[in-house]
């Protein structure tokens, strides 16, 4: 991954700099590098395009019907005259019947045989299609007490989709954090930096650049999304999900700055990028296992309420929680209130590692010296 160091030849004296102006320049610095690499603008291109072509191809391919071709004679046939999913070709004999079986132009075949139980037998090559023995199958009437509409695929497919946009932004625009700490170290190009302005300006000016790049990037997925929905005629999705994904974006906002103050923090302890994976490795954890905790846990009605409360997989928890209608309409402001603290905590602490470390260089710095007054 291209880093680069914000350019010194623009940044005036300190005395000529306010704080709120030393953030913006920085923050300029890292929005304009981004948007001029190449790089980054096709891989953005293509993620947006693979996401409206993910989300049309899923709606039309639920919405297409699926038939299964089925021979059978006169008499079997009428068993399925009301039956949907079914393709069928009447065939006079059981030979007949074998033979579009055999050749592959037909799934199954159903006949009429006095010698079954039933009075008809299913002919298939290896194995009979499910849909037709469930559909001759008489199974019993079921009644849930405690029916639960959220089980399903649907809330699977919310728990990648959330957690899998959370994970892979956090650690897009993250890392480069890190590793361009560690660039400025290694070039000294940090000591000319903290003579223009405060080490704590640096750093903000470095999340507020890529906070705003990671949620340009987050808007954009949701218009793409948002069009592809249109277009599939996913509409009452689209109705559903509105709420749940506005939450999202908020709590992906704070959630983020949380984790750039880390990933800083984690960049600025080393002098090599050699040595910048091991302490980016804990940050990273808790980028990933939100996403693999929600994907495992999703229909687990105490694990996900946890994890609605938890900063680090709120961003993922909550919106499904209320796409469901789990929670109640305190909840996620609890929960963002929460989120506020800890992310007020995390920077501080962040803050002062990434002050306390910027100019020591050689040997990693331990965590204990970065915290000293």
């Known amino acids: ?51 409206l072509a993910g989300v049309i191809w899923a709606g039309f391919a639920s919405a297409a019907p699926s038939t299964t071709p089925i021979a059978a004679t006169s008499g079997a046939s009428a068993l399925l005259q009301d039956a949907d999913g079914f393709d069928v070709t009447e065939v006079v004999d059981r030979a007949a019947a074998e033979e579009l079986v055999t050749d592959g132009t037909v799934d199954a075949a159903l006949i009429e045989d006095t010698s079954s139980p039933t009075g008809i037998v299913i002919i298939a090559d290896k194995e009979a299609p499910q849909s037709l023995v469930m559909m001759l199958s008489q199974a019993p ?24 946009v959370f994970m892979m932004a956090a650690i897009t625009f993250g890392s480069p954090i890190a590793t ?3 660039e400025e170290k290694q070039t000294r190009v940090i000591e000319i930096l903290l003579s223009a302005i405060p080490a ?11 906070t705003l790049l990671a949620i340009s990037q987050i808007l954009l997925l ?54 910048v994976g091991a302490t980016m490795t804990p940050v990273m954890y808790l980028t990933m296992i939100p996403y693999f905790l929600v994907i495992f846990f999703g229909d687990n009605p105490v694990v996900m309420t946890v994890l609605s409360y938890v900063p680090f997989s709120a961003p993922v928890g909550m919106p499904i929680r209320l796409f469901f209608n789990e929670a109640a309409w305190w909840e996620p402001l609890a929960s ?5 603290v800890a992310c007020a905590i995390v ?27």
């Open 1 to 51: 991954m291209t880093t680069s160091t914000p350019s010194t030849r623009a940044l005036p004296s300190t005395r000529a700099l306010s704080s709120a102006q030393g953030v913006w320049l920085v923050a300029e610095r890292e929005l304009s590098t981004r948007l001029r690499s190449k790089a980054y603008l096709i891989s953005t291109g293509i993620l947006l395009l693979m996401a």
């Open 141 to 164: 009437a079921v009644e849930l007490l405690d029916a639960d509409p959220a089980n399903g695929a649907l809330r699977y497919i919310l728990g990648i989709g959330f957690g899998l």
């Open 180 to 182: 361009s700490v560690v």
């Open 200 to 210: 704590r300006v640096l750093l903000a000016g470095k999340v507020l650049g890529n």
């Open 222 to 275: 949701v218009i793409v999304g948002t069009i592809g929905l249109i277009v599939s005629g996913q509409t009452e999705v689209l109705q559903g999900i509105g709420g749940p994904i506005a939450w999202f974006a908020v709590f992906f906002f704070f959630g983020f700055i949380l984790l750039a103050a880390m990933f800083a923090a984690a960049g600025s302890l080393v002098s090599r990028q050699e040595d």
């Open 336 to 340: 963002l209130a929460i989120m506020l």
């Open 347 to 373: 920077v501080l602490v962040g803050a002062k590692i990434y002050e306390n470390s910027l100019l020591k260089m050689g040997a990693r710095v331990k965590f204990r010296d970065a915290l000293r007054p």
